[in-house]
């Protein structure tokens, strides 16, 4: 991949915001393309699966772009799936959202509603509308300036070298709870609810808030992005430098 652009293609199902997204990569030296093409999707260096609305629908749009099986043969690729809002949630096993809904079952785990969250002045309202902090797994926090390289779990992810607490911007009235807890790769709080805001498995990345819409720190998600492709390193090399 390197000595050109980095190709990502944005998928495009009806119910994502793919031009903030498209932006954002081409701001940072990327090149976009929205397509709901499975031969675009399977060739580009990276894919994007946003998404704003409903589970069930979403999920019926993929299939019926005949969609789902492509976003499986490239999430088990080595090059790298990055879903973001509702597309975080399509990648998980099923959703709760109006009934009970298949995904995709990339990271296997559940899509809950934030149930009865509050906090010290009373009930919060749902959706969780706004700017949070995301941070590293709980047995990580307030240690971040104390990790090595190796030890960081956001090293080699799009979340390299963003500090612990760093406000990214939310909309959302549901969360995944991925089944193994290995997975998570940030968690924020709503209230008196901590729910995993960002998750990688493998060569899968995703986010349940929005870089494209939370400002320099969001773009450096697409930044280092950007560094992962040119870097030609695979999800299995990026583990291998984390265990040395």
């Known amino acids: 991949m390197n000595g050109h652009r980095p190709q990502v293609a944005i998928v495009d199902f009806g119910m994502g915001n793919l031009f903030s997204a498209k932006h954002a990569c081409e701001h940072v030296g990327m090149q976009a393309l929205i397509t709901c093409e499975k031969s675009h999707i399977l060739s580009a260096d990276a894919v994007i699966l946003p998404g704003v609305g409903a589970f069930g629908d979403a999920m019926n749009s993929l299939h019926k772009l ?15 799936v990055v879903g973001i809002c509702l597309g975080l949630q399509l990648l998980m096993t099923e959703s709760q959202e109006f009934g009970l809904h298949k995904g995709l079952g990339i990271v296997k785990g559940p899509v809950v509603r934030f149930e009865n969250p509050y906090g010290p002045h009373g009930p919060l309202k749902v959706p969780h509308i706004g700017w949070n902090g995301i941070f590293r797994p709980g047995h990580l926090r307030n240690k971040a300036e104390l990790l090595t390289d190796t030890e960081d779990p956001w090293n080699g992810t799009p979340l390299h070298g963003l500090y612990d607490g760093t406000y990214m911007y939310f909309v959302h009235s549901f ?55 040119r870097s030609g390193r695979n999800s299995e090399e990026y583990d291998n430098s984390r265990r040395s």
């Open 66 to 80: 005949d969609l789902v099986e492509p976003l499986k043969d490239v999430a088990a690729s080595e090059k790298p």
């Open 175 to 229: 969360y995944a709870i991925p089944e193994n807890p290995e997975v998570t790769l940030s968690t924020s709080k709503y209230g008196n609810l901590e729910f995993c805001s960002s998750l990688r498995y493998g060569n899968v990345f995703a986010f349940q808030f929005h870089p494209e819409r939370s400002g320099p720190d969001g773009l450096r998600i697409y930044e280092s992005l950007k560094g992962l492709l």
